[in-house]
């Protein structure tokens, strides 16, 4: 595997349930980040990690839970969605440094349907 | 807050016409732009950056921006399109995005 990998790529989901996303990247980076892309809206930036600790947390509702075990993996817990909720969300990396801010490498995304 | 405006919600090409899409951003300080490129069915990907230096910039696939700082622009151009450049297109600034142009390029 290359780049940046999401698992799953589609899921639907009722709002009582509970999933996670996965992302994996292969860059060596040691920067991750969740957007979510929805229709006819700007991507919006939903969580930043670097070196595994959480660096900026963009007033997401506490139903999206991010874990970063590690600079490779990333996780976003969800539970009790609601409809509107439904996105793309994607996933990215980059390798931080200083007071440059680097090019992101995306993941295909997973798209999420909340019934 | 930084913000992005991208002015072009969805142009439409001939093959060989040239294009021009907008960008404008607030923020004051250093920035660090970007133009990414979705392909229908494929990742974002970076198609160009400033970050300083000549503010004309060349990417891949013959794509140029041209950052001017005292507009707060970074326009994205190409002489000649091709039916292959239809995609959507996204302004960025460090790491806020505009709401993406999408781009149709008939044959």
Redesign the interface.
Known sequence: ET??TQTPRHLVMGMTNKKSLKCEQHLGHNAM?WYKQSA????E?MF?YNFKEQTENNSVPSRFSPECPNSSHLFLHLHTLQPEDSALY?C?SSQEGG???????????TRLTVL | AQS?SQHNHHVILSEAASLELGCNYSYGG?V?L?W?VQYPG?????LL?Y?SGDPLVKGIKGFEAEFIKSKFSFNLRKPSVQWSDTAEY?CAV???????TTLTVKP
């Open positions: 780049g940046v980040y006819k809206k700007p991507l930036l930043v994607l990215a007071v440059i801010y680097n090019e992101q490498f995306f993941g295909p995304g | 992005v250093t660090n970007f990414y494929q990742h974002l990907q970076l950056k970050f996204f460090r790491r806020t995005f505009g709401d993406g």
